[in-house]
């Protein structure tokens, strides 16, 4: 796997569980300093005290992430603590199904408020912080296959994690002359804990999947780092399909 830079500080959104947390895990494992939000702040605590009793640095901000006071809480932790932003990853993202006929204003609000206005202000707030440090950094945005390909009810999520795709390519030439790449990853089918709640997740991604089975938050996380890493230095602006080849084929759930 390749590895990130020691010493190196991450801000995670949405990182008590799942594909955040795992993402925050590694990282941590690799010896960088997580500032690790969540909007359930016992969760984030629980996840924050699996890394630190593994050995790793993290400090909890809980709360809303689409919510520009949290933003800045974050940031504002980040250099407080550890004295600087190196990664920000937007993370956080809700999912809501829904017939385009009958949804409803409220659940769109919603929708857009947590994957668009969070993964905006907190890659905005980042990098005008890396952009005062100068020394470059990376931003990376939590997309989906359902921003590629067309997915049964789910017409509103999909259109915020298009336009998670399009802010990444957009801001990966902005941000090129400050040193900053911004790329996003568009995970497939994934086991998670909220996933796995349909026990028939595993069975219908298996026969889904060219690869047959579903994606682990390891899957990810791995995508994630190499992006983090020295590695990808000339990867900007782009968009890392994790799916299994799901894309390639593009079968609905039935």
Not at 18 to 46: C, S, T
Not at 100 to 114: A, G, K, M
């Amino acid at each position: 796997m390749p590895e990130v830079e020691k010493k190196k500080v991450a801000i995670i959104t949405g990182a008590a569980i799942g594909i955040g947390f795992e993402i925050a895990r590694q990282l941590a494992e690799q010896g960088a300093a997580v500032v690790l939000n969540d909007i359930d702040e016992d969760a984030a605590k629980r996840a924050a005290e699996k890394i630190e009793n593994a050995g790793g640095r993290v400090t909890v901000v809980a709360g809303d992430s689409s919510d520009l006071i949290v933003i800045d809480q974050m940031v504002q932790t980040a250099i407080e603590t550890y004295g600087q932003i190196d990664y920000a990853i937007a993370n956080a993202g809700i999912t809501t199904f829904g017939d385009f006929l009958s949804y409803p204003l409220e659940q769109f609000q919603q929708l857009v408020n947590v994957n668009l206005q969070g993964t905006f202000f907190l890659a905005q707030k980042a990098a005008q912080q890396l952009i005062k440090q100068g020394d470059g950094g990376r931003i990376l945005l939590m997309s989906s296959v359902t921003g590629h390909q067309y997915h049964p009810d789910l017409a509103a999520y999909g259109m915020s994690k298009a336009a998670i795709r399009m802010l990444a390519k957009s801001l990966g030439v902005e941000l090129a002359p400050h040193g900053i790449t911004v790329n996003a990853i568009s995970p497939g089918a994934t086991a998670t804990e909220r996933t796995l709640s349909d026990p028939s997740y595993n069975e219908i991604w298996s026969k889904l999947n060219p690869t047959g089975r579903p994606g682990t938050v390891q899957d990810v996380a791995h995508a994630a780092l190499f992006l983090l890493s020295p590695h990808a230095g000339q990867i900007t602006g782009q968009t890392l399909v994790v799916d299994g080849g799901w894309t390639a084929v593009s079968p609905p759930p039935e």
